[in-house]
């Protein structure tokens, strides 16, 4: 098999000429990423309304899988914010058994998308559209994080945007002011060492910063630990869902929803990619590897994953030279997963809703818009 076929997966295309001096371009690249992909991953496993090891284990599996079989040489795949609201809603109608089977059926229409060619089909979506889109995501996964933000003390927040608003007024005053605290410092932290360093991803040092603090001046705030327990260190667990048929017709339309957010995501993830790096994707590659990823992360206890923007632009920044990077950068999640995932207990609540709610700051921005218009800017790394 000729390793010039363009229908190869980027993986393999790119073993032709390459060496140990790409591969320490893509190892340096693949583990910066993969730290700054540690927070994001369990940030957006909890706004979704599941625990921050599904999004780690999605990062994982589904990051190694989009990188090993996709069809953009430094695309990073993984939980992404424009799943927020729709897995939120799923799991709270239908449980994870209902969120396992919507990734699942999203997967295989990604699959059929890009053996019939619909990968370059996605390009026609009218830029209004995405910015209205991406406006509304951002307002959307700002909501979801006020809560943790502030400290509130609240019982189980409604999935809907206005009922969510309306109980949170309610209970405006049981503010902790200490929650607070660590919320602004973690936002101080990721909007200032940007402007002093690049070098030393910020989401790290945000989160280090203020989970020592939290620890050593034992301050009231509610942590990963004390809501859910903490990460349990390991492998992602096999297991195969039990699935409902009677659950199929009615989760056909979230299927789709997924599907078309996933395709949407990824190619424009691969264009930036592609005008930072001067290289081309493969459309209808990339979305059967987007497809097969969301097959296989519900069996590994995953939710949907897309090419993420920033992540993507961070590797690349990062010195990406192949798919490698994205490869290392999930093997670098699961190292942690296996070695300091305790640690993760610790982490304070407030930290990753400052993280996310940079996250909807730059997609409410107009970075976005800059960067679907000229895919030559230059993405903030807490974007997408």
């Known amino acids: 098999m000729s390793l010039s076929n363009p229908s190869l997966p980027k993986s393999i295309l790119a073993l032709r000429g390459y060496n140990a001096q790409l591969f320490f371009h893509d190892l340096v690249a693949g583990i910066t990423v993969g730290l700054v992909a540690l ?25 190694f899988l ?4 996709g069809g ?21 109608r239908f449980g994870m058994t209902g969120l396992s089977m919507v990734t699942l059926m999203a997967g295989i229409l990604l699959v059929i998308m890009g053996i019939t060619g619909l990968g370059d089909a996605v390009r026609f979506i009218p830029r209004m559209v995405v910015v209205g889109f991406t406006n509304g995501i951002a307002i959307l996964i700002a909501s979801t994080q006020i809560k943790d933000f502030l400290g509130l003390r609240t019982g189980a927040v409604p999935s809907e945007f206005l009922p969510r608003i309306k109980m949170l007024a309610a209970h405006l005053s049981s503010v902790n002011w200490a929650t607070v605290a660590v919320g602004i410092a973690t936002m101080a932290i990721l909007l200032g ?7 030393v991803p910020a989401s790290i040092v945000a989160v280090l910063v203020c ?4 620890a050593l001046l034992h301050l009231p705030v509610e942590t990963i630990g004390t809501k859910f327990g903490g990460i349990p260190r390991g492998l992602p667990p096999f297991a195969i869902p039990s699935f409902h048929s009677e659950h199929i017709l009615p989760l056909i339309p979230s299927a789709f929803t997924v599907a078309l957010l996933a395709a949407l995501e990824s190619m424009l993830s691969a264009v930036v990619a592609d005008g930072m790096t001067g290289d ?6 990339e979305l059967i590897a987007q ?34 990077s994205g490869m290392i950068h999930a093997l670098t999640l699961l190292l942690i997963l296996l ?18 709610f940079i996250v909807a700051y730059n997609w409410a921005s107009g970075t976005r818009l800059a960067l679907f218009c000229n895919s030559t800017s230059q993405p903030s790394q807490y974007g997408w």
């Open 211 to 214: 989970t020592i603090a939290v």
């Open 339 to 356: 070695i300091a995932a305790p640690l993760a207990s610790y982490i304070p609540l407030a930290t990753l809703a400052g993280v996310l």
């Open 72 to 92: 953009s040489r430094t695309q990073i795949g993984g939980p992404t914010g424009a799943f927020v609201v729709i897995v939120a809603g799923i799991v709270a």
């Open 193 to 199: 060492l940007p402007r002093i360093t690049r070098r």
């Open 39 to 63: 927070p994001l991953a369990m940030a957006f496993g909890i706004a979704s309304g599941v625990t921050p090891q599904a999004g780690l284990y999605t990062a994982v599996v589904a990051g």
């Open 291 to 324: 497809g097969i990823a969301n097959t296989i992360s519900p069996l590994f206890g995953g939710i949907p994953a897309t090419g993420a923007i920033a992540r993507t632009a961070t590797n690349i920044r990062a010195g990406a030279r192949s798919p490698v």
């Open 280 to 285: 081309r994707h493969n459309s209808n590659v």
């Open 66 to 69: 989009i990188s090993a079989l």
